[in-house]
T-cell receptor, first 110, second 116 residues
Framework: TQLLEQSPQFLSIQEGENLTVYCNSS?????LQWYRQEPGEGPVLLVT?????EVKKLKRLTFQFGDARKDSSLHITAAQPGDTGLYLC??????????FGQGTRLTINP | KAGVTQTPRYLIKTRGQQVTLSCSPI?????VSWYQQTPGQGLQFLFEYFSETQRNKGNFPGRFSGRQFSNSRSEMNVSTLELGDSALYLC???????????????FGPGTRLLVL
């Protein structure tokens, strides 16, 4: 059973378009992290959200943590080819192991 | 501050062999976690070590083992390799604060293992 469900699993859009990736769970997390991974490399942390309802912005990327701390979204405005990669969300529950979603493979076409 | 380093970056083995992978965490990080990543299964948790003790364990067979040294460096070992063990093995380190709470994990570049 996948505790964190990401959708969509695959997304291919044109440069300049907007997109949203979702990370959903029935479990409550103390924090949630978003990573981006490029081929042949390890995931690189983008952001950590901790408070329910929290919104964080990283240039054209906007991250939101749900009020109940069970879900999160990543919105990218005016996508660029450099945004291409595998986006992973991961939920933390105190001292327990980090739980990862299956990932969203994003391709931005020039 | 140097990031998480993993060696080797690439490895080719044959079925039945064993392999040892190494991970050096970020200085000051005492928790090291290992993950297996494959296209079909995604990122699967193997185990976590903290202060030389295994603190959490995933659902992998006993052929997968690990250890952590006093300087927080960690190794994982896979014995009797199978074709299905071909994967990217990732190591991540993190701080552990009061109450055993694990902070953000920082990943290394991974070791790409191919079993023939």
């Amino acid at each position: 059973t996948q505790l964190l469900e990401q959708s969509p699993q695959f997304l291919s859009i044109q440069e300049g378009e907007n997109l949203t990736v979702y990370c959903n769970s029935s479990s409550v997390f103390s924090s949630l992290q978003w990573y981006r991974q490029e081929p042949g490399e390890g995931p690189v942390l983008l952001v950590t959200v901790v408070t329910g309802g929290e919104v964080k912005k990283l240039k054209r990327l906007t991250f939101q943590f749900g009020d109940a701390r069970k879900d999160s979204s990543l919105h990218i405005t005016a996508a660029q080819p450099g945004d291409t990669g595998l986006y992973l969300c991961a939920g933390a529950k105190g001292a327990q192991k980090l739980v990862f979603g299956q990932g969203t493979r994003l391709t931005i076409n020039p | 501050k140097a990031g998480v380093t993993q060696t080797p970056r690439y490895l080719i083995k044959t079925r039945g062999q064993q392999v040892t992978l190494s991970c050096s965490p970020i200085s000051g990080h005492r928790s090291v976690s290992w993950y297996q990543q494959t296209p079909g299964q995604g990122l699967q948790f193997l185990f976590e070590y903290f202060s030389e003790t295994q603190r959490n364990k995933g659902n992998f067979p006993g052929r997968f083992s690990g250890r952590q040294f006093s300087n927080s460096r960690s190794e994982m070992n896979v014995s009797t390799l199978e074709l299905g063990d071909s994967a990217l093995y990732l190591c991540a380190s993190s701080l552990v604060v009061a109450g055993g709470i694990q902070e953000t994990q920082y990943f290394g570049p991974g070791t790409r293992l191919l079993v023939l």
